[in-house]
């Protein structure tokens, strides 16, 4: 079945890095995407990741993908307040139907 | 900006009472999806379309939520004999199909149901 998770929280200071973590169950996954909801906001696409791929990087995100492991993650370099928001890990496999997952929520400490 | 509006942003509701909600992606959308958010989860798919034909629906999609996209351009998503557990986020996704599958979310219909 189709099954995406994420820890629920993280919290990191202004300067430092933030990883969050992704895992999900399907193996036919195509591509792999991160979203960021600000709060009272919409869901803004950040970056995405073809399953062929084990690495993007855009400016401060770096995404790792570990296929084997069904494992995502991102990285923020730099953490600023302004990336304090719920970010979600969403899978598709070929339909362009997304699976989210819960949202790992990053509380950025100045 | 994503180019996607929705209208109303929020819809208060009493139990019963239908309600319809509209989705005006950018042209160069073929496809277009639905999808529910409700508090603390992530979105969950309801249907999509590619141009006018609708060709999933979830089992989410009781027989009471019937969406049309008549032109293959705006759509609408319409409730019956609203519960207090359709609640949600009610959210409109417009693609350019045969790409990546990069989605871009419009901010949504708030439906409050009392």
């Known amino acids: 079945g189709e099954d995406v998770e994420q820890s629920l929280f993280l919290s990191v200071r202004e300067g430092d890095s933030s990883v969050i973590n992704c895992t999900y169950t399907?193996?036919?996954?195509?591509?792999l995407y991160w979203y960021k909801q600000e709060p009272g906001a919409g869901l803004q696409l950040l970056t995405y990741?073809?399953?062929?791929?084990d690495m993007k990087q855009d400016q401060r995100l770096t995404v790792l993908l570990n296929k084997k492991d069904k494992h995502l993650s991102l990285r923020i370099a730099d953490t600023q307040t302004g990336d304090s928001a719920i970010y979600f890990c969403?899978?598709?496999?070929?339909?362009?139907?997304?699976?989210f997952g819960q949202g790992t929520t990053l509380q950025v400490k100045p | 900006d994503t180019g996607v509006s929705q209208n109303p942003r929020h819809k208060i509701t009493k139990r019963g009472q239908n309600v319809t909600f509209r989705c005006d992606p950018i042209?160069?959308?073929?496809?277009l999806y639905w999808y529910r958010q409700t508090l603390g989860q992530g979105p969950e798919f309801l249907t999509y379309?590619?141009?006018?034909?609708?060709?999933?629906k979830s089992r989410l999609l009781s027989d009471r939520f019937s969406a049309e996209r008549p032109k293959g351009s705006f759509s609408t998503l319409e409730i019956q004999r609203t519960e207090q557990g359709d609640s949600a986020m009610y959210l409109c996704?417009?693609?350019?199909?045969?790409?990546?599958?990069?989605?871009?979310f419009g901010p949504g219909t708030r439906l409050t149901v009392t």
């Open positions: 379309f590619q141009n006018e034909a609708q060709l999933e």
């Open positions: 042209s160069e959308h073929n496809r």
């Open positions: 996704v417009g693609e350019i199909a045969g790409g990546s599958y990069e989605q871009y």
């Open positions: 399907d193996s036919s996954s195509t591509y």
């Open positions: 990741i073809f399953s062929n791929m």
């Open positions: 969403a899978e598709t496999i070929n339909t362009g139907k997304l699976i």
